[in-house]
């Protein structure tokens, strides 16, 4: 069982910077691939970012390419998001998600554990 807890999230204008954070429990973490997505209000959840359990090949949408940089610690258990020249329709809840059968998926189904969820909100 792993426990995702996501922290950093808030209010940012918009070509503003913020980074967001999960902290994962569990001895197992380092094994797993990481993933982050977001939801918007009356949208359906969207994957953003993903990274593999050793750091070295990441994955991102289009919306976010070259914006966005997802990166891990493993000895301390835990994956970033650093997210910079934020628009407002970069504004959503972001969920970290951590994925334990091997391989790599960017699907929601692709991913085991959720967090709870950080708000994001980029003003214009």
Known sequence: QVQLVESGGGLVQAGGSLSVSCAASGRTFRWYAMGWFRQAPEKEREFVAAVNWSGGTTYYADSVKGRFTISRDNAKNTVYLQMNSLKPE???????????????????????????????????
Not at 90 to 118: E, H, I, K, P
């Open 90 to 124: 970069d504004t959503a809840v972001y969920y970290c998600a951590a994925r334990s059968r091997g391989g790599m998926g960017l699907s929601l189904n692709a991913f085991d554990y959720w967090g709870q969820g950080t708000q994001v909100t980029v003003s214009s």
